[in-house]
Nanobody, 122 residues
Framework: VQLQASGGGLVQPGDSLRLTCAGS????????IGWFRQAPGKEREGVLC????????YYQDSVKGRFTISKDNAKNTVYLQMHSLKPEDTAVYYC????????????????WGQGTQVTVSS
């Protein structure tokens, strides 16, 4: 079972970015996939999650209206689309898999991707 996060980079405030979380060794339909982020000097926090039956849950009010999560079961891949990026979105972004429903708590997740750096700076 493996997750691989990619798509991070250096962008300017207001830009958009799409992160990809590619899964292997499991069937995406049965898992919730959450996106977490860890900013420098801060604890890792849940951002949003999509359940096996395509229900999205936001854990940060600051990303509502700017970030969306989607998935392609055929490709076993989950996407995090980020718009109107702000410097405070700068963090390492991780995706994680949870056999049951979405959770904002990282200890509920069963496996993790390696993280991808997103830097928002002018």
């Amino acid at each position: 079972v493996q997750l691989q996060a990619s798509g991070g980079g250096l962008v300017q405030p207001g830009d958009s970015l799409r992160l990809t979380c590619a899964g292997s060794g499991f069937t995406l339909n049965y898992y919730a996939i959450g996106w977490f982020r860890q900013a420098p000097g801060k604890e890792r926090e849940g951002v949003l999650c999509v359940s096996g039956n395509d229900i999205s849950t936001y854990y940060q009010d600051s990303v509502k209206g700017r970030f969306t999560i989607s998935k392609d079961n055929a490709k076993n891949t989950v996407y995090l689309q980020m718009h109107s990026l702000k410097p405070e979105d700068t963090a390492v972004y991780y995706c994680a898999g949870h056999l049951r429903e979405c959770s904002e708590y990282e200890y509920d997740y069963d496996f993790w991707g390696q993280g991808t750096q997103v830097t928002v700076s002018s």
